[in-house]
Nanobody, 115 residues
Framework: QVQLVESGGGLVQPGGSLRLSCAAS????????MAWYRQAPGKQRELVAG???????NYADSAKGRFTISRDNAKNTVYLQMNSLKPEDTAVYYC?????????WGQGTQVTVSS
């Protein structure tokens, strides 16, 4: 009932920046939490940052001070601004949302940090 589409991934050099976007459709008005997760090859999917509808946020320790999550409820969109990117940030980044007490996931967008 909720569809999530990520965009903004790509190749960036160490120290560079990217902004990821995730647009929700369907029953988007019922979304509570939105978040960004990532999964690197051979590793578990991990939470990067989350934001509830009222605007409260939380971050993984690895993201604090470098990444900023925000959302535009009118556009049903969540963003992840990533600065000072490191090679270890390389992963597939997934958008997450919950609505009607059910989780929804986007297809993922690849972020590669390399010289």
């Amino acid at each position: 009932q909720v569809q999530l589409v990520e965009s903004g991934g790509g190749l960036v050099q160490p120290g560079g920046s990217l902004r990821l976007s995730c647009a929700a459709s369907g029953s988007a008005s019922r979304i509570n939490t939105m978040a960004w997760y990532r999964q690197a090859p051979g590793k578990q999917r991990e939470l990067v940052a989350g934001i509830i509808r009222g605007g409260d946020t939380n971050y993984a320790d690895s993201a604090k001070g470098r990444f900023t999550i925000s959302r535009d409820n009118a556009k049903n969109t969540v963003y992840l601004q990533m600065n000072s990117l490191k090679p270890e940030d390389t992963a597939v980044y997934y958008c997450y949302a919950d609505a009607y007490f059910r989780p929804y996931w986007g297809q993922g967008t690849q972020v590669t940090v390399s010289s």
